[in-house]
């Protein structure tokens, strides 16, 4: 929780200062909740999973803050207890096919073994396209990774890397009914390729108001220095709002 609120103040106040310096200022808005569900005659399982994003923007500068807790248990036995929060910023994206970028984030993870991990870093980043229907870039840089992992439920892995942070991301909409959304990270160790981070996340969403969808969604999570990924599909619902 101290995370979460720790998030949400720095966007509060990020957000505050920068109105300071202008009247064009745009915000957005958007909260998912999604699940799944299954009881069968040998057992059952259950997973949640709660989303939020909310940027601040203008022409040349976009903030943005997240954050996502997963919870799921299977016949009784706790699968999931995974927390993410994260701040990041774009420099020109708006105006230039060729912009920057920023981020900090904090993950804890029962599913991936990730007691603690933080990242930090920066880099470049290429729009191929950036329309209101159709969106793609591609971005890289490098990260400052501190981590504390479990190797086994008693033995720590507390380490320090530097990381290549590899970033595919589009987003594509059909008549203002269908979005179909993706963004997938690649980050090796620089001294060790066979230490990497792997996330893909992909949805899609039936827009039933400008506000409301009905939002299916797959996300996949590999952690080679324990040996730990995870599959999760969800299906709920998705509000967003552009102010």
């Not at 690649?186 to 230490?195: A, G, K, L, M, V």
């Not at 009905?214 to 590999?222: L, P, W």
Request: net charge positive.
């Amino acid at each position: 929780m101290r995370s979460i609120n720790v998030t949400i103040f720095i966007l509060f106040f990020c957000g505050t200062a920068f109105a300071q310096f202008s009247d064009s200022i745009h915000y957005y808005g958007k909260f998912a909740s999604t699940g799944s569900i299954n009881q069968t005659n040998e057992g059952n399982s259950y997973l949640l999973s709660n989303m939020f994003k909310v940027g601040v923007s203008k022409k040349k500068i976009v903030l943005n803050g997240s954050g996502s807790w997963v919870y799921g248990q299977s016949n009784g036995e706790l699968t999931n207890n995974d927390f993410s929060s994260s701040l990041d910023f774009s420099l020109f994206r708006a105006v230039r096919q060729i912009y920057y970028w920023g981020l900090a984030n904090y993950d804890k993870s029962f599913s991936l073994k990730i007691n603690d991990r933080f990242q930090a870093g920066a880099g470049i980043a290429y729009n191929f396209l950036d329309r209101k229907t159709t969106y793609l870039s591609v971005s890289d840089g490098f990260i400052w990774e501190k981590g504390d992992l479990f190797i086994e439920d008693t033995i720590h892995d507390v380490y320090d890397a530097v990381r290549n942070s590899f970033r595919v991301s589009y987003k594509f909409v059909f008549k203002e009914l269908i979005t179909i959304d993706g963004t997938h990270f690649f980050q090796p160790n620089i001294t060790d390729i066979s230490d990497y981070n792997l996330k893909s996340v992909n949805s899609i969403a039936f827009n039933l108001r400008k506000w409301l969808a009905i939002t299916a969604s797959m996300t996949y999570n590999k952690v080679t220095r324990t040996g730990r990924e995870n599959l999760l599909f969800t299906y709920g619902l998705t509000l967003e709002k552009y102010f």
